[in-house]
Antibody
Framework: EVQLVESGGGLVQPGGSLKLSCAAS????????MHWVRQASGKGLEWVGRIRTKSKNYATSYAESMEGRFTISRDDSKNTAYLQMSNLKTEDTAVYYCLKVRPTLAFDPWGQGTLVTVSS | SYVLTQPPSVSVAPGETATMTCGGSNIGRRAVHWYQQKPGQAPVLVMH???GRPSGIFERFSGSNSGNTATLTISRVEAGDEADYYC???????????FGGGTKLTVL
């Protein structure tokens, strides 16, 4: 069974940094691109970014509003993906999900996410 | 960047058919996926291009995609179908994933 468990969320002040982790199990993690998606309370889903596999040079791609502030990385030896967030803004407050894609590029399954609150 | 447009809300009586649209330029050429999100829960994939319904998803759910509009149809709507529904594609030009703004389905 595919499991993705996000952790590392919490309260952080504006301008601060936070690193989220995503522990994966039940599938070939090293062979899978990993994505992050977020959702602010009462709002829609917003794609954050993606990291590809070693065979694709761990290529990353980010949504425009997060480019330069967010960094996605992975440790295939630990079956874990990371989202490093810096210079956080109040509008970054959201539940953050890490996801793998099916061959059709659909996200499945979804975990419960981790809540990041940016507030003074 | 590529944009997906969904109506904010759709209302339907129990037993009727709910039709939720997702508009985008030439979306008929793209693989479109649909997610259901009930209050307080994480999204769930209910329809994806090529493979259709994931296991465990009711046959009442169906999808179509042509021209500039993709559609998720729910037949014989039940109270338990009340949720937010999101469409999603991958934009190869920008190498970004794009979500629609979501449609809130209300069962009257």
């Amino acid at each position: 069974e595919v499991q993705l468990v996000e952790s590392g969320g919490g309260l952080v002040q504006p301008g601060g940094s936070l690193k989220l982790s995503c522990a994966a199990s039940g599938f070939d993690f090293s062979g899978s691109a990993m994505h992050w998606v977020r959702q602010a309370s009462g709002k829609g889903l917003e794609w954050v970014g993606r990291i590809r596999t070693k065979s694709k040079n761990y290529a990353t791609s980010y949504a425009e509003s997060m480019e330069g502030r967010f960094t996605i990385s992975r440790d295939d030896s630990k079956n874990t993906a990371y989202l490093q967030m810096s210079n956080l803004k109040t509008e970054d407050t959201a539940v953050y999900y890490c996801l793998k894609v099916r061959p059709t590029l659909a996200f499945d399954p979804w975990g419960q996410g981790t809540l990041v609150t940016v507030s003074s | 960047s590529y944009v997906l447009t969904q109506p904010p809300s759709v209302s339907v009586a129990p037993g009727e058919t709910a039709t939720m649209t997702c508009g985008g330029s030439n979306i008929g050429r793209r693989a479109v996926h649909w997610y259901q999100q009930k209050p307080g829960q994480a999204p769930v994939l209910v329809m994806h291009y090529g493979d259709g319904r994931p296991s465990g998803i009711f046959e009442r759910f169906s999808g179509s995609n042509s021209g500039n509009t993709a559609t998720l149809t729910i037949s014989r709507v039940e109270a338990g179908d009340e949720a937010d529904y999101y469409c999603q594609v991958w934009d190869s030009l920008s190498d970004h994933v794009v979500f629609g703004g979501g449609t809130k389905l209300t069962v009257l």
